[in-house]
Structure formats: structure tokens, C-alpha cells
């Protein structure tokens, strides 16, 4: 913070001084002491994990007001994530008399999605009382896992005449693949912080370009399998289209329009 008499006040935080705020994806850091002949304050983030950090810093008069996150989208996320337990609930139960493996991929798919609306939406904040560091490294993991898991479903799920045993193989190593690329990027580990959040969303590209292909060619040879999973996931992928490009800073969006993904 820096004075009209040319005084500047400095303070450095740590992640750990990071406060994580209930409504939305947001965090809260102290500023110095102001006064009345403050006049500029400037911030410094050092290597920040993901480009939308950058982009979406704002000063606050306090974090007690919710912005474009009001309770009722809370309570309407609250209430999504109600929801995916009943998928969760119905794997399970037809699991256990079924025994078919890919119902176990689907109730992994719907928990890393479950996990990652409650860690990228603050509603974890609330409900678990998870840390601003919890959010930073659960959220991107969730999708990751939930990636992962989907393609691991369609190579179980989609019919046998559908895929050739080399396209179905090769669904198995992309989910493989999210979880030895991206999902270790996630973990932010301090050896692979320099790379960022940048890596983490281009190295999902490979894993998403082959499931979407395989369900395309699943869809070309009249698979009602592949056809329902591709009219589902064409608005996710159209929603991770756009959250690599922030995600690797091609533009940036107002926070509104991470509501509206959800």
C-alpha cells in the first residue's frame, strides 16, 4: 500500500494465509493497514498455479458480500449435488446384483464430479470446512479422476461390435494416461509447480480428443450406447474447450460465467 507522502507498507502471505470463502470459487488475502492517504495498492503473486488467479484479483471492501454467487445459486449447487448421489446410490445397488464393471466406473465418474462441484463451487468451504490449499489441489484432481473414470466406463460399457479391440485399448490408456499426467499435475507438487496450471489442462487434451473420437465412431456405427454417452458429454466438452483456453490465459471471463458451467 502506498501513501500520497510516497510511504509504502508491505506484508507477504503464504498459501496457509489464504482464507477460502463460502460463496463461489473465491479466496481472501489481508491487505496492509490502510489510511486516508492511501492511494495505490499493488499486488504481487508469485507463480501462480493457474492463469484465472491472475485474471480474477480484485480488491475488496470485505468478503462478506457475495457477488454474482448469492445464496440461491449456493442453494441450487447445494441441491446438483443432491442429485449425483442418486446415480451414486443406483451404481451401487445394481452393482451388487449385477456385478458389471462398468457400473463402478460410472460411481467414480459421478463422485470426481460430485467432489469437484463441492471444491470448486465453495460449497466444500461450507459443508466440510475445507481450506483454500484443499480447493486449490481437490478441484482440478476431481476433474481429473472424473475424466479418467469416464473414459474407463465407455471402454467397459460401449458394445463389443463397436469398438475394435485397439480403439477399445486405447480408451484404457488415455484414462491411464489422466492419471499419471494430469492428476499428478494437480497435486501441485513444488518440483512441477514451475509448469502450472498450463500443463495440467493441455495435458488433458490427449485423453478428451480420444474418448470424444471413440464416441463419434461408436456413434457412426449405430451404437445407441455411444449416442446417448456423446449427446450427453458434447455441453462438458464444450465447457472444458473453454476452461483450457482461460485456463492456459487466452482470455478471461467475469466469474458469472463459472455459475453458468455449473
Known amino acids: 500500500a502506498i501513501d500520497a507522502t510516497g510511504r509504502a507498507r508491505r506484508e507477504e502471505h503464504t498459501f496457509a494465509d489464504i482464507e477460502a470463502l463460502e460463496a463461489g470459487a473465491r479466496m481472501a488475502a489481508p491487505l496492509p493497514a490502510m489510511s486516508a492517504t492511501t492511494r495505490s495498492v499493488i499486488l504481487e503473486i508469485d507463480r501462480p498455479w493457474n492463469a484465472r488467479t491472475v485474471a480474477g484479483a480484485q480488491l475488496d471492501e470485505g468478503h462478506d458480500q457475495v457477488g454474482v454467487w448469492d445464496y440461491p445459486a449456493m442453494i441450487l449447487l447445494a441441491m446438483l449435488a443432491g442429485l449425483l448421489c442418486a446415480p451414486l ?18 460411481a467414480a465418474t459421478t463422485t470426481g ?5 463441492l471444491t470448486a463451487t465453495g460449497l466444500g468451504v461450507t459443508l466440510l470446512g475445507l481450506s483454500a490449499w484443499h480447493e486449490a ?12 473414470a469416464a473414459a474407463f466406463f465407455a471402454a467397459s460399457f460401449l458394445e463389443a461390435e463397436t469398438l475394435s479391440p485397439r480403439m477399445r485399448r486405447l480408451l484404457r490408456v488415455a484414462g491411464w494416461w489422466v492419471l499419471a499426467v494430469p492428476c499428478v499435475f494437480a497435486l501441485q507438487l513444488p518440483w512441477l509447480r514451475d509448469l502450472g496450471g498450463r ?13 470424444l473420437l471413440t464416441l463419434i465412431l461408436g456413434a457412426r456405427r449405430d451404437s445407441r450406447a455411444a449416442k446417448f454417452q456423446l449427446v450427453a ?10 476452461r483450457l483456453f482461460r485456463g492456459i490465459g ?9 455459475q453458468a458451467i455449473f
Open 233 to 242: 458429454w458434447t455441453p462438458l466438452f464444450l465447457c472444458g474447450i473453454d
Open 89 to 106: 446410490i443406483f451404481d451401487i445397488a445394481f452393482y451388487s446384483a449385477l456385478r458389471e464393471r462398468f457400473l463402478l466406473w460410472h
Open 137 to 148: 489441489v481437490l478441484s482440478p484432481l476431481a476433474m481429473g479422476l472424473a475424466v479418467a
Open 113 to 117: 464430479f460430485l467432489a469437484y462441484i
Open 250 to 258: 487466452l482470455y478471461a471471463l467475469p466469474p458469472s460465467a463459472d
Open 199 to 211: 500443463a495440467y489442462h493441455l495435458s488433458l487434451q490427449p485423453a478428451i480428443i480420444v474418448f
